[in-house]
């Protein structure tokens, strides 16, 4: 499914998915906000589970009328069945603050919102990473984030009441670290943990020197407890910053999550970590790189979950060399279940500046939903995208079924599946088999005109996305040849 906006440049960075509804929040680009100008707001929309739109609702206040970020914070809901959320607003002095956000699910109605700010120091900025209920306080809420006082970064913890007012505030002691947080609970009535990741301060080498954290405080901020992950032998070793809410805990009390190992020239390999309740020992690592050998390739990893019925943790992220994104499972013994890859067809490789999945939720149907956003050249417009899979990574059903055969010809079943068909939001590929060339694919209407023409690297288990949301309602041909114009597949596509 790729959500709609209007035209209107958008991303999306959150989803929450219940058993009636898919729920996402991104930002996007309006030009219609009085007084006339451009301004990043968050939007809201929501989803059937067939891809089809319920809603959607700019999160626009006239008061609220600043630059607002929305780089990955968490959907969360509260007591009243609303949902709160956290992202980022910058204040007439370019400043970023904490604007807080409960809103009504269905319609995405700001129902409050209040703006935090440094508390401690006017001239620095708050970056909020983490939102949780303080099960100690009922009706409190909790939200983690960073300070950046005279170029250290500090953290801090807040607690919100239902109005979404700051009764308290804690500012973590100084370590002698950089500290970025980004996962938050509360332990104790008196005792928080943290986790994120450290970086020694002053390091300016081109691979400085950054390793996962757990950290214990208390109520006044003084650190309890303070673990860099161990069993590491990379130099650094870090999370994506605010974009990057993958930290879960297993069954077993054990700590899962996804982290880069960078290496110099700011490449990277993507890792899936498990660690004991303290960070004292390592139960296991995988690093999922197609290619370790591969000194080109620069992984990006963001949004990650855990389903505790299957004891299982999917993770998603982008290829920036292959300019593809990807779904990473794995279950919570270390063992790798699979890796899908995706690539929208409508943006055309060759103009694609980015294109990434940045989150992911299981759903209560075993299913998993990410979403994300892909940048064009040469104007870098923002274009939202959001995929459902099924619990074997599949937007095609049978994607794990495929097979390995260089020869198209030899076997009787279609190089590509195409699913679902007919459709009224997205018509997906999957390539069944391995294929050493280049391919062209076209789409045309029935009177010859062609809609889609661009060309296709087809790589076996990859699983290829047409957006049809747009198109007029009718029969297609959807035509794949070779680059010497021998037609490999032809296939009559239905848009209802």
């Given at each position: 499914?790729?959500?709609?906006?209007?035209?209107?440049?958008?991303?999306?960075?959150?989803?929450?998915?219940?058993?009636?509804?898919?729920?996402?929040?991104?930002?996007?680009?309006?030009?219609?906000?009085?007084?006339?100008?451009?301004?990043?707001?968050?939007?809201?929309?929501?989803?059937?589970?067939?891809?089809?739109?319920?809603?959607?609702?700019?999160?626009?206040?006239?008061?609220?009328?600043?630059?607002?970020?929305?780089?990955?914070?968490?959907?969360?809901?509260?007591?009243?069945?609303?949902?709160?959320?956290?992202?980022?607003?910058?204040?007439?002095?370019?400043?970023?603050?904490?604007?807080?956000?409960?809103?009504?699910?269905?319609?995405?109605?700001?129902?409050?919102?209040?703006?935090?700010?440094?508390?401690?120091?006017?001239?620095?900025?708050?970056?909020?990473?983490?939102?949780?209920?303080?099960?100690?306080?009922?009706?409190?809420i909790l939200l983690s984030g960073n300070l950046e006082i005279n170029k250290i970064q500090r953290g801090i913890v807040f607690s919100l009441d239902?109005?979404?007012?700051?009764?308290?505030?804690?500012l973590i002691d100084d370590n002698g670290r950089d500290n970025y947080n980004c996962y938050l609970e509360s332990e104790t009535d008196s005792t928080f943990i943290l986790i994120g990741d450290s970086r020694k301060r002053n390091d300016n080498s081109q691979s400085p020197d950054t390793k996962p954290f757990f950290m214990r405080i208390n109520s006044a901020g003084k650190i309890l407890t303070f673990n860099l992950a161990r069993g590491i032998p990379d130099k650094s070793v870090g999370f994506f910053l605010s974009e990057?809410?993958?930290?879960?805990?297993?069954?077993?009390?054990?700590?899962?999550?996804?982290?880069?190992?960078?290496?110099?020239?700011?490449?990277?390999?993507?890792?899936?970590?498990?660690?004991?309740?303290?960070?004292?020992?390592?139960?296991?690592?995988?690093?999922?790189?197609?290619?370790?050998?591969?000194?080109?390739?620069?992984?990006?990893?963001?949004?990650?979950?855990?389903?505790?019925?299957?004891?299982?943790?999917?993770?998603?992220?982008?290829?920036?060399?292959?300019?593809?994104?990807?779904?990473?499972?794995?279950?919570?013994?270390?063992?790798?279940?699979?890796?899908?890859?995706?690539?929208?067809?409508?943006?055309?490789?060759?103009?694609?500046?980015?294109?990434?999945?940045?989150?992911?939720?299981?759903?209560?149907?075993?299913?998993?939903?990410?979403?994300?956003?892909?940048?064009?050249?040469?104007?870098?417009?923002?274009?939202s995208w959001a995929i459902l899979i099924d619990s074997f990574g599949c937007i095609i059903p049978g994607c794990q079924n495929t097979v390995g055969n260089s020869d198209i010809n030899s076997i009787s079943i279609q190089p590509f599946s195409i699913y679902p068909n007919p459709s009224s939001t997205y018509i997906g590929l999957l390539c069944n088999q391995k294929i050493n060339s280049d391919l062209k694919l076209t789409v045309s209407e029935i009177n010859g005109r062609i809609l889609e023409d661009v060309k296709l690297s087809p790589t076996i288990g990859y699983q290829y996305i047409l957006n049809v949301s747009d198109w007029t309602k009718g029969m297609y041909l959807l035509r794949i040849e070779s680059n010497d114009g021998k037609f490999i597949q032809v296939s009559q596509i239905i848009v209802n």
């Open positions: 499914m790729i959500p709609v906006t209007d035209g209107q440049q958008s991303q999306l960075y959150d989803v929450y998915a219940d058993s009636s509804f898919i729920y996402v929040i991104g930002d996007l680009l309006d030009t219609t906000i009085t007084p006339p100008g451009q301004t990043i707001v968050p939007w809201w929309g929501v989803f059937n589970y067939d891809g089809s739109l319920v809603s959607k609702y700019t999160l626009f206040d006239k008061n609220l009328s600043n630059f607002i970020g929305v780089y990955g914070s968490r959907i969360l809901k509260n007591s009243k069945g609303n949902f709160i959320y956290a992202p980022i607003i910058y204040n007439n002095s370019g400043w970023a603050e904490c604007l807080v956000l409960e809103i009504e699910p269905s319609t995405g109605e700001i129902i409050q919102y209040n703006i935090i700010g440094n508390l401690i120091d006017s001239s620095s900025y708050v970056i909020p990473r983490w939102v949780a209920l303080d099960p100690n306080h009922k009706g409190q239902s109005q979404l007012l700051v009764t308290n505030y804690v990057n809410m993958s930290v879960k805990r297993d069954v077993n009390n054990n700590w899962i999550f996804s982290a880069l190992s960078y290496f110099p020239g700011w490449h990277s390999f993507p890792y899936v970590f498990s660690y004991d309740s303290e960070f004292i020992n390592m139960n296991w690592a995988i690093n999922f790189s197609p290619d370790v050998s591969n000194p080109d390739q620069q992984h990006n990893l963001f949004g990650g979950d855990y389903d505790p019925i299957n004891g299982t943790y999917v993770v998603v992220g982008d290829d920036n060399y292959q300019n593809d994104s990807y779904i990473f499972k794995t279950n919570d013994q270390g063992d790798s279940l699979w890796t899908r890859h995706f690539i929208p067809l409508n943006w055309k490789p060759e103009d694609v500046g980015y294109a990434g999945l940045i989150d992911v939720k299981a759903t209560p149907y075993h299913s998993y939903v990410s979403v994300g956003k892909a940048v064009g050249r040469p104007d870098f417009i923002w274009k």
